[in-house]
């Protein structure tokens, strides 16, 4: 079964603090693996892509990497802020392209 | 083009009336996804089109639900005979594929359906 699964669920952090989100899958041979960011009761907002034979993609203070040979992304948020408080999603594709998403991980920064 | 828009945003419906959705993807998009997501899930695939061609549909997507997009631009989604099951938010989403490579999908803001 082709699964996607993020860790951990929920995050409390002070605001500040670096933080790595964590997705694992099953399938080593993605073609790309997309990082979003939702918002309560909102559609998905893109953050970054990483396509297959890329490593990393950085954003602003977003950093995400991609490892395929573990089954392994990280989306790295530096310097976390209020704003930065939603459920971030990892999903990635192969070869049917469709996207499969993890469950998320629910973050809060506090002020 | 300000993006994937899905409309309605919202609807109530009772049980066993049939609705249907509406998604506009970006203009030059050729790939549309239907995604279905309930409270504290992820998104989980229904369908998707590559221009009008409806090339995969997930076990989820019972012969209650219907999707088309007739001329490869906007897409609908119909459930017929509405359960209470079927509250979620519908999210529809778009890419631009190329060469076997798919590039970043975007999403809507999503219609969330509420069964009464």
């Known amino acids: 079964k082709q699964e996607v699964t993020q860790i951990p669920a929920a995050l409390s952090v002070p605001e500040g603090e670096n933080l790595v989100l964590n997705c694992s899958f099953t399938d080593s041979a993605i073609y790309n693996l997309q990082w979003f960011r939702q918002d309560p009761g909102k559609g998905l907002t893109s953050l970054l892509l990483?396509?297959?034979?890329?490593r990393e993609q950085t954003s602003g203070r977003l950093n995400a990497s991609l490892d395929k040979s573990s089954g392994r992304s990280t989306l790295y948020i530096a310097a976390s802020q209020p704003g930065d408080s939603a459920t971030y999603l990892c999903a990635r594709t192969s070869g049917t392209y469709k996207y499969i998403f993890g469950t998320g991980t629910r973050l809060k920064v506090l002020a | 083009d300000t993006g994937v828009s899905q409309d309605p945003r919202h609807k109530i419906t009772k049980r066993g009336q049939n609705v249907t959705f509406r998604c506009d993807p970006i203009?030059?998009?050729?790939?549309l996804y239907w995604y279905r997501q309930t409270l504290g899930q992820g998104p989980e695939f229904l369908t998707y089109f590559q221009n009008e061609a409806q090339l995969e549909k997930s076990r989820l997507l019972s012969d209650r639900f219907s999707a088309e997009r007739p001329k490869g631009s906007f897409s609908t989604l119909e459930i017929q005979r509405t359960e209470q099951g079927d509250s979620a938010m519908y999210l529809c989403?778009?890419?631009?594929?190329?060469?076997?490579?798919?590039?970043?999908?975007?999403f809507g803001q999503g219609t969330r359906l509420t069964v009464v």
């Open positions: 203009s030059e998009h050729n790939r």
């Open positions: 990483i396509q297959s034979s890329q």
């Open positions: 989403a778009s890419s631009l594929t190329r060469q076997l490579m798919n590039t970043e999908a975007f």
